[in-house]
């Protein structure tokens, strides 16, 4: 028995290996029934006739991230024979893009259609996989699914890319190093970071950052006068491990979206895997795996001093070689 993997999703990002590697275990081996058509009409066309080919041998369909717009067709597709389609849902996308990054006014009709599109791809599918038990009541309650469709299962960090150096030798740099990757939405906190920053130049401490993610990160450094903070914009996920490992600390988020208190963000969870501590913000969703664990540290949200305070304390107790 196999599943197949409907979509036009990033094969390799690590949210859906992780699903796959969870129902491979319960269902067989997954099968990709995949798109690389330009254009939404197209992509629909190709896995459809792809599907017809592919889905004797399967009984039961995932849709991963992002598919909330191709449910409808694959709730078709699996109506005769009658097949199993789960949906990773992973996210809202009205809390996304309405909520949290505030690119529409809830009075907006681009916001009323992503509210529906959300209902409708959930209530069609058999199961919904969500990422925290946060995520899983915000849409048990605002979107109207029973619990016992909605599955959380946690992100993993990639471990073929994301794992500890054998042996470290950051501890020698005078430098305390600091890393962070993410964009500018509000979730992520980049404003408390900077502001951090600016802090701890204030006091002259001996501390560099590194921020990665936002082609817009150099104007906000100049404008903030830092001389602690080195930027890129863009950084093949492939290099990020080394980048992590080569960090006395990794940040997190440090927003206050309710988004913010419902997820737990990749970059928490790639740096727990390579074995380096991360400083992030105290949410309910973060303490769900990470509460008692010896490298996240937790601070409250958006509070720069509290950032600058950690790390302080962080660089005045670091072991030395």
Known sequence: MTILAFGYHDRQS??????????????GPVVECHTEKKGFFAKCADLRRKFRVMSPDAQTVIVPFPG??????AWWLTRKPRRQLI?????????????????????????????WIDIISVHLADEVLIDTEEH????????????????????????????????????NLKTFEIFF????IPLQGVDYILQAAKILQ??????????????????????????????????????????IRSAHLCLGIFGTSDKAQRVIPHKVVDAVACGVPVLTADTPAIRER????????????????????????????????
């Open 14 to 27: 690590p949210r859906h290996r992780t699903v796959c590697d969870v129902l491979a275990q319960e269902y």
């Open 68 to 73: 909330h717009f191709l449910m409808p067709l």
């Open 202 to 243: 204030d006091r002259d401490a001996n501390v560099h950052f590194t921020l990665v993610g936002s082609s817009k990160f150099p104007a906000m450094i100049e404008r903030a006068g830092l001389r602690n903070v080195t930027t890129t914009s863009f950084v093949p996920m492939e290099e990020l491990p080394q980048m």
């Open 181 to 184: 990757y993410g964009t500018l």
């Open 87 to 115: 949906f990773d849902a992973f996210i809202s996308l009205y809390d996304t893009d309405v909520s949290d990054r505030r690119r529409y006014s809830p009075l907006n009709p681009r916001a009323w259609m992503l509210w």
């Open 136 to 171: 899983k009541k915000f849409f048990v309650k605002h979107l109207r699914l029973n619990p016992k469709r909605v599955r959380v299962i946690y992100l993993e960090a990639r471990k073929d890319l994301f794992h500890p150096k054998q042996k470290t030798q950051i501890s």
């Open 290 to 321: 990470f509460a008692n664990h010896p490298l996240v540290h937790l601070i409250p949200a958006r509070n720069a001093q509290a950032i600058a305070n950690s790390i302080d304390d962080m660089i005045n107790n670091r072991p030395t070689i």
